[in-house]
């Protein structure tokens, strides 16, 4: 199953994100605020990121960027009202894959979020092998004797700086 990491202060909107994510069969982990989403970050692994802006605290922007200078490069989404050309420009500019003016058509979202997952996991095939030990680089995956082993962000690193 795959994991989404949802950055969203509004409870009404996040509810219904989490509800129309799991029913497409996704995993999602919900911060209301940018530590949080931080410290889910380095705890745990997740194929794509749903970042608000405006949120208590740390913003979307600089919870991005922290990110990125961790080398943690899963894709990002900003989903935002902001819709200036400034704030379209700091998100791709802090790292962000795609960036998606609220309200939004949330199929249009799913497509979206499919697109990058698909992109992202046909894009990375470094693989290095140890013994018994898979290792892909680039999605921060072990494998031992083929059997997934979970990491957090904080493991998959250490792994990756070992392999």
Not at 23 to 48: I, P, Q, T, V
Not at 65 to 79: E, G, M, N
């Amino acid at each position: 199953m795959l994991k989404i990491l949802l950055l969203e202060d509004d409870l009404t909107l996040a509810e219904t994100l989490i509800e129309l994510l799991k029913d497409e069969g996704y995993e999602l982990k919900w911060a209301r605020d940018g530590e949080s989403a931080l410290e889910l970050s380095f705890n745990m692994s997740f194929d794509l990121m749903l970042l608000d802006v405006n949120v208590p605290g740390i913003d979307g922007f600089a919870t991005l960027k922290s990110l990125r200078d961790a080398a943690i490069s899963c894709p990002a989404i900003f989903i935002s009202s902001l819709d200036d050309i400034s704030s379209l420009a700091k998100g791709f500019e802090v790292g962000a894959n795609d960036y998606v003016k609220k309200p939004f058509d949330f199929d249009e979202l799913l497509i979206r979020i499919q697109a990058l997952i698909r992109k992202n996991y046909n894009s990375h095939t470094d693989i290095i092998k140890l013994n018994e030990f898979s290792f892909y680089i680039n999605k921060g995956e072990l494998y031992k004797d083929k059997v997934y082993i979970s990491l957090t962000g904080y493991e998959q690193r250490l792994v990756k700086l070992f392999f």
